[in-house]
């Protein structure tokens, strides 16, 4: 589905660049332009090729099992758990800015409203 969304593109970019025209210089910097587009188109092809042939590859090693574990997963010194105090510190701390500063906008506002 993408080749084929690129493929449009480049068709649409070739039919966009060759309209006709009459200045020669126009004409030159179009076809440049044409032709840069088509470096680039088969450049990104190229990159899709090898990623294409990159993950073949690894599905290959994953189906075969040749993958080796080089070291055991290390266990945790201490469980994870919640830092209990500091949430606490954060809520307290967010609860209070909150408070301060809600007043400061409402006050405003509500006064405009009221006139």
Same mark, same amino acid.
């Given at each position: 589905?993408?080749? @084929?969304?690129?493929?449009?593109?480049?068709?649409? #970019?070739?039919?966009?660049?060759?309209?006709? #025209?009459?200045?020669?210089?126009?004409?030159?910097?179009?076809?440049?332009? +044409?032709?840069?587009?088509?470096?680039?188109? #088969?450049?990104?092809?190229?990159a899709?090729?090898?990623t294409?042939?990159?993950?073949?590859?690894?599905?290959?090693?994953?189906?075969?099992?040749?993958? @080796?574990?080089? #070291?055991?997963?290390?266990?945790?010194?201490?469980?994870?758990?919640?830092?209990?105090?500091?949430?606490?510190?954060?809520?307290?701390?967010?609860?209070?800015? +909150?408070?301060?500063?809600?007043?400061?906008?409402?006050?405003?506002?509500?006064?405009?409203? @009221? @006139?």
């Amino acid at each position: 589905m993408f080749m @084929k969304a690129l493929q449009a593109l480049d068709f649409h #970019s070739f039919q966009a660049e060759n309209a006709p #025209s009459d200045d020669p210089d126009l004409s030159a910097a179009r076809h440049a332009s +044409l032709q840069a587009a088509r470096e680039e188109y #088969s450049r990104i092809e190229e990159a899709i090729a090898a990623t294409r042939e990159e993950i073949t590859a690894w599905r290959q090693t994953l189906a075969r099992g040749d993958l @080796k574990v080089v #070291s055991p997963p290390a266990e945790p010194s201490a469980p994870a758990s919640p830092n209990i105090p500091l949430h606490l510190l954060g809520g307290i701390a967010a609860g209070l800015v +909150l408070g301060l500063i809600a007043p400061l906008v409402l006050i405003p506002i509500l006064h405009v409203v @009221k @006139k």
